[in-house]
């Protein structure tokens, strides 16, 4: 797939679902990326997003990928299609908080055997409740290693939806 790599900022105003100008780029659908930076709590040379680009250079959010690493590049370069995963919600809009209410609203009204930390095991959750947790469980820690924080103050204020010891 075509890619283009933008700043940070326009990629993360594009994942929270505004309509971005993209200066001087093509029309048509593309892989987005971020150059290599050094600024605090945003993703450096990691994809993002797939968007369309209309003729006006107005680029519009189609899906949001997995993150994989994307060296920066200062032209449209290609990626290997076969390294594009599509997510299958955007965990950056309305439809991730829909997922963690749902999870907390289940964890409110649950009342069945707890695991030894208190958990609720797995097993206990509903498919439809558990597996987009877990998805965006696998997301998150997908993208907090192309995050600049060196403190790690950021990734102290991503917590998983699940716990990493919780029974499968």
């Not at 097993?123 to 558990?130: G, L, Q, R, V």
């Not at 997908?142 to 499968?168: C, E, I, R, W």
Request: proline share 8%; aromatic share 10%; glycine share 4%.
């Amino acid at each position: 797939m075509q890619t283009l790599s933008i700043s940070p900022q326009n990629l993360l105003t594009i994942l929270i679902g505004q309509q971005t100008i993209l200066s001087h780029a093509p029309s048509g659908q593309f892989l987005l990326a971020t150059h290599k930076h050094g600024q605090l709590n945003l993703p450096s040379e990691m994809a993002g997003c797939i968007v369309y680009i209309d003729d006006q250079s107005q680029a519009t959010l189609v899906a949001l990928v997995h993150p994989f690493h994307v060296a920066q590049h200062d032209s449209i370069f290609d990626t290997d299609d076969r390294r594009i995963h599509r997510e299958p919600y955007n965990w950056f809009g309305p439809q991730a908080l829909v997922i963690e209410k749902k999870l907390n609203d289940f964890s409110k009204t649950y009342d069945g055997p707890l695991t030894e930390d208190g958990a609720i095991p797995r097993n206990y959750i509903p498919d439809n409740i558990a597996q987009p947790a877990l998805l965006s469980d696998e997301y998150w820690n997908s993208y907090l290693p192309f995050v600049n924080d060196p403190t790690g103050s950021f990734a102290q204020q991503v917590q998983p939806l699940f716990k990493h010891n919780q029974n499968s």
